[in-house]
């Protein structure tokens, strides 16, 4: 009986197969001939259909084509064969493609675009003729499906984007065969360009517009930013940081020089956005969670209110840093040595945080000791400020490839701040809230535009938190957004610490601890009282136990309630009247 069900299962299958097949053959196919190079030509492929490329009378000195389809957001084949059943070669991707290398007499080509979707999808299909002596990309594949794979393939996430790429070779005319692997792979150097779309733009036009900028040689040195150059290594794999949301073009262009001569070739290039158009909970160009722009907007308006006002409202700066130390350490040892899933490290962080927060408001109203008070915000700002150093081009120097010498060299930076300014504490906390409140508030507004100034930290703890990020390269490309966003922070942080240094002109550095206020006071009280009954004993002997217990209380109590009204000159004046009542005393005493 189960004999007669798998082979009912696998009849069916063969049905579903045959029939799917011939829906794809049975397609009006779009022939296109081509007499020469067809550059970026965008062609609407019909859902399920088979697409024949075909390049006739292709030039002599022409040594290989190279063929190459882009979608944005759906795979394509490639296929030397008119049927994917027939043995050839053939590449599946969104970013795709393969090489014909022309024989001796050789003038016609064809190749067959598939599109497997089932629905209609608009792709960017170019074919570059190179010559002789013109390295072969892909030429020396080890690892990819295809015999000569010229394309990128790239793994993206939210944290990190690798590209591998295999191997070029060296060629010579049609007469003459292909220059071996072992000997074309000390020949050759490559560099990786990267080319980043508008900020915040999905569009399938801007995405067709960057792919068509990267797609010849001339054109990848024109638009785009090399990242990195392997000279004469066998290295085909790179590692950089990503930036959700921020859609980039990767390629790498392959050279060599033989007799005085650059020879030169780029692969297919390949695109990413950091994130997924399938998602429904998080995907290209959405928001997260209420949750989170709910805590964004209460960060941006308690930043901004610290950067103006955090030196007067003192414990409310406190618990501003206080929160954002602690919830980072808890963020990263949570993500670092924990399995706890998103939400509750989410959770956690916020409660560390404010728990974070509360200490260090009880560390100030307890000791008040404005040293150790502003040694936490001296640190925050040196992290902040060692972190946008780092963001630059010198956190990709060489040095920084170690782990060790990263670290170190970061914490030296962050101890810069604190070693400087706390001989100045009064300015360290007017210029630590004022720098710190503008990046809060602007950080939410890059949250919502889709800027890169929150990278500034994201890419620290990036590090922080993963052991395989010290060979990635930072790229990024400052825009029209991120300049605007970068002259608010320094409007905002320059005007927070004039107003803040005017409107303490004249006042108390720093406010009194309300706890070692009240020891002082009962300091005062204990004394106080000693004193009165050093002065009520010579002259009142006989008074009754009960009355002259009343009248100290009674005494007691209107100064305390006098020293209310003045808590900074009663100490003083109490001073004063002590020294006078002992004086009395004594001469009392001695007569």
Not at 60 to 73: D, G, I, M, P, W
Not at 139 to 164: H, Q, W
Not at 340 to 362: E, P
Request: charged share 15%.
């Amino acid at each position: 009986m189960m004999e007669k069900f798998i082979v009912c299962v696998v009849f069916t299958l063969s049905l579903f197969s045959s029939y799917c097949a011939r829906q794809i053959r049975d397609m009006a196919p779009v022939a296109i001939s081509f007499t020469s190079q067809l550059d970026g030509v965008r062609l609407n492929l019909p859902a399920n259909s088979r697409t024949p490329l075909e390049v006739s009378d292709i030039e002599y000195s022409v040594r290989f084509l190279v063929f190459e389809a882009h979608t944005q957001k759906y795979s394509l084949i490639f296929s030397t064969q008119p049927d994917l059943k027939e043995s050839g070669q053939s590449a599946n991707g969104s970013d795709v493609g393969l090489v014909s290398v022309l024989g001796h007499y050789e003038s016609h080509v064809n190749m067959w675009l598939y599109n497997i979707n089932s629905e209609k999808v608009t792709a960017l299909v170019n074919i570059t003729p190179y010559e002789s002596s013109a390295p072969i990309p892909g030429g020396c594949n080890m690892e990819f499906p295809a015999e000569i794979s010229p394309f990128l393939r790239i793994y993206s996430s939210s944290v990190d984007t690798k590209i591998e790429f295999q191997h070029a070779r060296v060629t010579y005319t049609r007469e003459q065969p292909l220059l071996s692997c072992d000997r074309s792979m000390f020949l050759l150097s490559y560099n990786l360009y990267v080319h980043f779309l508008p900020e915040n733009d999905f569009s399938e036009m801007s995405y067709l517009n960057g792919i068509q900028t990267m797609i010849s040689v001339a054109s990848v040195k024109k638009h785009g930013v090399k990242v990195t150059t392997f000279d004469q290594s066998p290295k085909t794999r790179v590692t950089l940081l990503s930036y959700p949301g921020q859609g980039v073009i990767y390629n790498v262009l392959v050279s060599y020089i033989r007799d005085n001569e650059l020879y030169e070739a780029v692969y297919v290039p390949v695109s990413t956005y950091g994130c997924s158009f399938h998602s429904e909970v998080d995907g290209c160009g959405q928001l997260t969670g209420d949750l989170a722009m709910v805590l964004a907007i209460v960060m941006a308006i308690v930043g901004l209110f610290v950067c103006f006002r955090g030196h007067r409202f003192f414990k409310t700066e406190m618990m501003y840093f206080g929160f954002l130390t602690f919830a980072l350490l808890t963020f990263v040892l949570l993500t670092r040595f924990t399995e706890i899933g998103i939400t509750g490290r989410n959770i956690l962080t916020v409660i560390l945080g404010i728990s974070g927060g509360l200490l260090w408001v009880a560390i100030w109203w307890m000791f008040g000791v404005p040293v150790i008070s502003m040694l936490l915000v001296g640190l925050v700002l040196g992290f902040l400020l060692t972190s946008v150093v780092f963001f630059t081009p010198v956190g990709n120097m060489q040095v920084f490839r170690d782990d060790f010498s990263y670290w170190l060299i970061f914490s030296c930076g962050i101890l810069v701040i604190p070693i400087i300014f706390l001989l100045f504490p009064k300015l360290l906390s007017i210029v630590g809230s004022s720098i710190m409140g503008g990046y809060a508030f602007i950080v939410v507004i890059d949250r919502y535009i889709g800027t890169t100034l929150s990278y500034i930290i994201l890419n620290v703890v990036k590090r922080a938190v993963r052991d395989d990020l010290s060979y990635a390269f930072n790229s990024y490309l400052f825009q029209t957004n991120d300049v605007i966003l970068s002259i608010t922070w320094g409007f905002l942080a320059v005007f927070g610490i004039c107003f803040q240094l005017y409107m303490e002109k004249g006042r108390l550095p720093f406010p009194p601890a309300p706890y070692a206020t009240w020891r002082l006071n009962r300091h005062l009280g204990l004394q106080e009282r000693g004193y009165e009954n050093a002065i009520i004993g010579p002259f009142q002997p006989t008074a009754p136990p009960g009355d002259m217990l009343d009248g100290t209380r009674a005494r007691t109590r209107n100064d305390a309630n006098s020293h209310t009204e003045n808590t900074e000159e009663e100490p003083l004046l109490r001073d004063t009247e002590h020294s006078q009542s002992v004086t009395q005393y004594r001469s009392c005493s001695r007569s």
